[in-house]
């Protein structure tokens, strides 16, 4: 089991370009979350999903996209990258709902000029 | 603003002493718990949690106590050890099924 996996680990971007942030879970958990972390802010949740076909906003959705095609993929997509967006991002998957325990990968530490 | 405070930034304890950290909410609609624990440049894990119809739940040296009428829940780790040394998150929910609303953290040092 890899759990959940998570690529690139580190990614700079100029201002205005688009990237996808990938996610990967290999324990067939209905839900999976993008959550980003801000020094000072703790995690703050950008975008979930209860199952494959259904996504809905978090906190902070603005600049960022999701779809959920698979099960096992949660993208996300930064549709034209900002400063603000410097961040890091990590994704998370849990079997029932996030009220119960979530799987954090590892995380992506994206950095926007 | 914030729904899930966690005031303290940072604590730090002697090794074999006991941890307390302590977080505060807003919403009384808040019925789930959750500690996560943060090693440096790795994800959060999950350690201990709590639905609100408890008002304790322990697992080996982790304890979390609830008290809904303050807002109120802390974590004890008795004994503290030095791998405890890490940043907590508090967080909460609506419902199981809800999503999940952290606190900002409290960076943990366990002394030798």
């Known amino acids: 089991n890899a759990g959940v996996t998570q690529t690139p680990k580190f990614q700079v971007l100029k201002t205005g370009q688009s990237m996808t942030l990938q996610c990967a879970q290999d324990?067939?958990?209905?839900?999976m979350s993008w959550y980003r972390q801000d020094p000072g802010m703790g995690l703050r949740l950008i975008h979930y999903?209860?199952?494959?076909?259904?996504?809905d906003q978090g906190e902070v959705p603005n600049g960022y996209n999701v779809s959920r095609s698979t099960t096992e993929d949660f993208p996300l997509r930064l549709l034209s990258a900002a400063p603000s967006q410097t961040s890091v991002y990590f994704c998370?998957?849990?079997?029932?709902?996030?009220?119960?325990?979530?799987?954090f990968g590892p995380g992506t530490r994206l950095t926007v000029t | 603003d914030q729904q899930v405070k966690q005031n303290s930034p940072s604590l730090s304890v002697q090794e074999g002493r006991i941890s307390i950290l302590n977080c505060d909410y807003t919403?009384?609609?808040?019925?789930?718990f959750l500690w996560y624990k943060k090693y440096p440049a790795e994800g959060p894990t999950f350690l201990i949690s709590?639905?609100?119809?408890?008002d304790k739940n322990e697992d080996g040296r982790f304890t979390v106590f609830l008290n809904k009428s303050a807002k109120h829940l802390s974590l004890h780790i008795v004994p503290s050890q030095p791998g405890d040394s890490a940043v907590y998150f508090c967080?909460?929910?609506?419902?199981?099924?809800?999503?999940?609303?952290f606190g900002p953290g409290t960076s943990l040092s366990v002394i030798p």
């Open positions: 967080a909460a929910s609506e419902t199981s099924y809800d999503k999940v609303i």
């Open positions: 999903s209860v199952g494959a076909g259904i996504t």
């Open positions: 324990m067939n958990h209905e839900y």
């Open positions: 998370a998957s849990s079997y029932r709902g996030q009220g119960y325990e979530q799987y």
């Open positions: 919403n009384s609609m808040f019925d789930y």
């Open positions: 709590i639905s609100s119809i408890k």
